[in-house]
């Protein structure tokens, strides 16, 4: 039965920092990507930052140069390295792995990170 399995989450104080760490078991097929989204009260899901290898990664406009996304290929795991935190950076994060076929993408159940002092 596949999973994706999220930690992490927590309370930080503006400026603080926090690790998300995931890992996806289970599926059958190649993971081709892994990522992060989020989802703040009120608000769509968006995407955070996204990696297919080291060396291909995509990140969003509001993050880029304050956190870092990391994967190991062979264990199916990703993580998120969040420095110098804002409050706008509070929303439910979830992690993803993307595959090519049917069901195309596999969620886990989110974890809270709260920025607030």
């Known amino acids: 039965q596949?999973?994706?399995?999220?930690?992490?989450g927590g309370l930080v104080q503006p400026g603080g920092s926090l690790r998300l760490s995931c890992a996806a078991s289970g599926i059958i097929f190649r993971v081709n990507a892994m990522g992060w989204y989020r989802q703040a009260p009120g608000k769509q899901?968006?995407?955070v930052a996204t990696i297919i290898t080291p060396g291909i990664t995509n990140y969003?406009?509001?993050?880029?140069?304050?956190?870092?996304?990391s994967r190991d290929n062979a264990k199916n795991t990703v993580n998120l390295q969040m420095n110098n935190l804002k409050p706008e950076d509070t929303a439910v994060?979830?992690?993803?792995a993307r595959v090519a076929v049917s069901p195309f993408d596999y969620w886990g159940q989110g974890t809270q990170v709260t920025v607030s002092s």
């Open 45 to 47: 899901r968006e995407l």
């Open 93 to 96: 994060y979830y992690c993803n």
């Open 2 to 8: 596949a999973q994706v399995l999220e930690s992490g």
């Open 60 to 69: 969003a406009d509001s993050v880029k140069g304050r956190f870092t996304i």
